[in-house]
């Protein structure tokens, strides 16, 4: 038999371990981190100059450009997509290029590449049998690797590695200056993946008489002054990050083949009958959705002009990327959108028959969309809209999206980011899909003659915050984990409801609409938004440092409580507990008595109605370093009956039910 001691020493280190966090903390200051902490990466482009901590591109802002011209042959028998390019990169950094790198996303569907998702079809990829730098042939069977920002030792000639994943880097013999330009020239050959039924992946085939086509050509990768050539291969889940450039595509199909792209089409006359050319005429004449090819004027000479093959030609300008849907069964109707500043511009809608039903109100939500969004953060830049139906139902191109009704609105979203404000959407999906979540409310609501609900989204997270899963917003996003979509898609919606709630939701607005128009068109950092924004609503919140600390590179919450309620003559005292890494404002609901002494006004405090007020508490009352605030309430001794707080559902809680006193009887 052993001793009892043994025993009390192992209860007592039982107990110990098991001592509430909460308690230890009462003789511990509560840590408030208030600095938005800055990388090396982005320490360098403050010091360059490129960017600085107003959250506006700096003085010394570059970006490449990049020119494309693409002709490419699909033939529907065999699903193979045949094309030839030639690029023009124009290096507008300071750095001397000694490698490129291309993006080959389309080698996602070959069977030898890292994937963080299931595919629905295995080919054999992208095969590029010429590729030439400045007409100098690469060689195509070099193994030799390189990487980072381009500095790699001088190859005795041009050579390529990488060409059979997603990403590959040409080692070049001479580095490219700074302010040159080089010219790539690239011959392919890749078959669209089938999807028998369901969903595919961005892209894919129904059969032989439906075609998406995108990540459909090798294009140059994006050169920032962050981080250089983007490395991060692409793996499925997380979406693109491109340089801006202009597209001149030649697409050659079938006669009889309805053809949606990216860009505008040059050719009408060439490739459309009459009929659809006349009609298209009056398209911006009204709202009515018209048809242009109707089910009944399938085939060559009907559904386009007549022939053996047709040469459709697209042209954009000012756009990250190019995607493009055919079919020999689409119908075609159109609509129009008025855009501010700009008027009506055509919208278009290709499916198929058996899907009329269901995109009938396709063009009304991308009308409604283009024009909501417009006005809440800046006119559409693009002169078009085409929505195409396939097996993808919602995935976003410049000025095309591959969608169906549910998803039009979201989709039409992106247009604004990444397609104007080009975020890297593969490290921090959530300045694109995160902050469309998050409009997307709002034109639900608009849509419907209702007002948004952002209220309860705030208080939320703290249900989730905990979960060892959950990446940080700062996060590379391509490796994200078992909960990217709540890291790309879910949580940036909640992350505005909180600040709506400490400045106020339209403030929220306006300001992210100055942040868009600073950056329309180049490349912002998480740094950049946080500190634009923090600019933009200084004189509402002085210090938002708190805030995007918490939010961006924490998975911190409030956790807020009222712990008691005492009252003292006039007074009556709140004890209100926050134990989480993330402080916030303190906002009660206070409720009177129908009946007593009269309710006079106290500093931060606002009537509601005749009994019932707001009373507001700064977040800086937490930065000293406690846990516990009292809120002394004096109205002149009216009884109260209730209090919340965080009655708008604003601030991350894990149990909103210890909000309330008195408390809720439990049984």
């Not at 593969?426 to 709002?442: R, V």
């Not at 590379?476 to 709540?486: I, K, T, V």
Request: glycine fraction near 10%; hydrophobic fraction near 40%; charge should be neutral.
């Amino acid at each position: 038999m052993r001793s009892s001691t043994p025993l009390r020493s192992c209860a007592l280190a039982i107990a110990m371990a098991a001592f509430p966090a909460l308690l230890i903390a009462q003789a511990t200051p509560r840590p408030i981190h208030r600095e938005i902490p800055l990388t090396n990466m982005i320490r360098r482009a403050f010091s360059a100059g490129t960017r600085d901590s107003t959250g506006r591109p700096g003085r010394n802002y570059w970006q490449p450009h990049t020119a494309y011209v693409i002709a490419a042959r699909l033939d529907p028998a065999t699903a193979m997509v045949t094309g030839r390019e030639t690029v023009v990169f124009k290096n507008t950094s300071p750095d001397p290029l000694r490698l490129l790198t291309l993006r080959l996303d389309q080698n996602l569907y070959a069977a030898n590449v890292p994937r963080a998702e299931q595919v629905p079809d295995i080919t054999d990829g992208m095969k590029i049998t010429r590729l030439t730098v400045n007409g100098a042939a690469v060689n195509l069977a070099a193994t030799r690797g390189g990487g980072g920002r381009g500095a790699a030792a001088a190859p005795a000639q041009l050579s390529a590695t990488g060409l059979d994943q997603t990403v590959a880097r040409i080692l070049l013999p001479t580095a490219i200056a700074a302010g040159e330009s080089v010219t790539l020239e690239a011959e392919w050959n890749f078959r669209v993946p089938n999807v028998a039924g369901g969903r595919g992946l961005r892209m894919g085939a129904w059969g032989d008489s439906l075609f998406q086509v995108a990540q459909w050509y090798p294009r140059f990768a994006a050169y920032d002054d962050l981080r250089g050539w983007d490395p991060d291969p692409y793996l499925g889940p997380s979406e693109f990050y491109n340089n801006f450039g202009s597209f001149d595509v030649t697409l050659d199909v079938p006669a009889g083949w309805l053809v949606g792209a990216t860009g505008v089409l040059q050719n009408p006359e060439q490739v459309l009958t009459p009929t659809a050319r006349e009609r298209l005429s009056h398209v911006l004449e009204s709202d009515s959705t018209r048809i242009i090819v109707g089910p009944a004027e399938f085939g060559p000479g009907k559904a386009t002009a007549s022939g053996d093959r047709l040469l459709w030609r697209f042209v954009a300008d000012s756009v990250s990327d190019f995607a493009w849907g055919t079919s020999n069964q689409f119908v075609w109707d159109a609509t129009r959108a008025t855009i501010p500043g700009k008027g009506p511009i055509p919208v278009y809608g290709m499916y198929l028959p058996g899907h009329a039903t269901q995109y009938a109100r396709g063009g009304a939500i991308n009308r409604h969309a283009l024009e909501f969004y417009s006005k809440l953060w800046m006119p559409y830049a693009f002169p078009i809209l085409t929505m195409l139906d396939g097996p993808d139902g919602g995935m976003e191109y410049p000025m095309t999206i591959f969608s169906g009704v549910g998803a039009a609105d979201h989709e039409t979203g992106h247009q604004w980011w990444p397609m104007m404000v080009g975020n890297n959407e593969t490290w921090y999906g959530f300045m694109d899909e995160g902050f469309n979540q998050y409009m997307n409310n709002l034109s639900s609501a608009d849509s419907r003659g209702l007002p948004a609900r952002i209220d309860g989204a705030g208080q939320s997270y703290g249900r989730t915050s905990g979960d060892e899963r959950e990446a940080p917003l700062m996060w590379d996003a391509n490796y994200g984990g078992p909960m990217y979509s709540f890291q790309a898609y879910g949580k940036a919606p909640l992350m505005l409801s909180m600040l709506g709630g400490i400045v106020g939701d339209s403030a929220v607005q306006r300001a992210m609409s100055e942040y868009a128009k600073a950056w329309r068109f180049k490349h912002p950092s998480p740094w950049d938004y946080a500190f634009f924004m923090s600019n933009a609503l200084k004189n509402r919140a002085p210090d938002l440092g708190w805030f995007w600390y918490s939010w961006l590179f924490t998975t911190d919450a409030v956790h807020g409580s009222i712990q008691n309620v005492a009252a003292k003559g006039n007074v009556t005292t709140v004890t209100v507990r926050q134990e989480g890494g993330m402080p916030s404002p303190v906002v009660l609901k206070v409720e009177f008595a129908p009946t007593g002494k009269a309710i006079k006004p106290m500093a931060g405090s606002t009537m509601v109605d005749s009994v019932t007020a707001i009373v507001s508490y700064p977040v800086n009352v937490w930065f000293d370093g406690r846990w516990n605030f009292d809120a002394a309430l004096d109205f002149g001794g009216r009884a109260i009956t209730k209090i919340t707080l965080d009655p708008f559902g604003r601030f991350p809680d894990r149990d909103a039910s210890d909000n309330v006193w008195p408390r809720a009887v439990k049984p």
